[in-house]
């Protein structure tokens, strides 16, 4: 990115951190990489932004680097509006005002079925029935050497007894999946991989209680010799 924006910023516009600098009337113009690939940061104030000196310039970083983002800043709606219209052209009838609120409630986002299958957009889309010895089958054929068990996976700060729930279920989870890789081992020996290893998970969210339990039933199945 650092030869882009020296060709896009000029190569006397860089000072010894490597971050990009614009001179400005009043603020430094820089352009902060967060990884090699993708993602840049933007140091400026909301007057240039409204301003709109700097938006080919932005232009050009958000079209090298895919995301960019503004940290610190207070803008209102009406700015985050106006800003957009530096940039670009707004999109007719996207959303309020020209603000494309991101939710799934269909009462705050006319899109919101939209963006509900927009979160499946690594497969076909379709919600499919996995089971322990579906997922078993998926990792044989993908010839995985290391296969984790199929899990039931809660939100961190779950309560217990939703924690416990989960628990319990990727115990009898995993005694499914380990007969189904034992399964797949012994009826299958010309599988992509040979040499697979199937691992547990220790379940029960941030409760300890839960997660040695959790650990004491995959010892009792031998669950840490599950090696083909």
């Not at 600098?21 to 902060?32: A, H, Q, Y």
């Not at 895919?66 to 509006?81: C, K, M, N, P």
């Not at 939703?162 to 115990?171: F, G, P, Y």
Request: net charge negative; charged share 30%; glycine share 6%.
């Amino acid at each position: 990115m650092e030869a882009t924006a020296r060709k896009a910023f000029g190569e006397n516009d860089f000072d010894e951190s490597g971050l990009t600098n614009m001179e400005l009337s009043s603020v430094r113009l820089k352009v902060r990489d967060l990884t090699p690939r993708i993602g840049s940061e933007i140091v400026t104030d909301v007057e240039t932004l409204l301003s709109g000196r700097e938006s080919a310039h932005i232009r050009e970083v958000l079209e090298q680097r895919g995301v960019v983002y503004f940290r610190g800043l207070e803008i209102s709606d009406a700015q985050q509006v106006a800003i957009a219209k530096t940039l670009g052209t707004i999109v007719a009838n996207e959303g309020e005002e020209g603000i494309y609120k991101i939710s799934l409630d269909d009462k705050v986002n006319q899109r919101a079925k939209y963006l509900k299958g927009s979160l499946f957009w690594h497969f076909d889309g379709s919600l499919q029935k996995f089971t322990p010895e579906s997922v078993m089958r998926i990792e044989r054929n993908l010839g995985a050497d290391v296969i984790m068990q199929f899990d039931h996976v809660v939100p961190g700060q779950s309560d217990e007894p939703s924690a416990r729930e989960a628990m319990e279920r990727s115990v009898r989870w995993l005694e499914r999946c380990r007969a189904e890789f034992a399964r797949l081992t012994r009826e299958d020996p010309d599988a992509p991989t040979p040499d697979q290893a199937l691992f547990p998970i220790v379940q029960g969210g941030i409760h300890a209680s839960l997660r040695r339990e959790s650990t004491r039933a995959i010892c009792a199945m031998d669950a840490a010799q599950l090696h083909a």
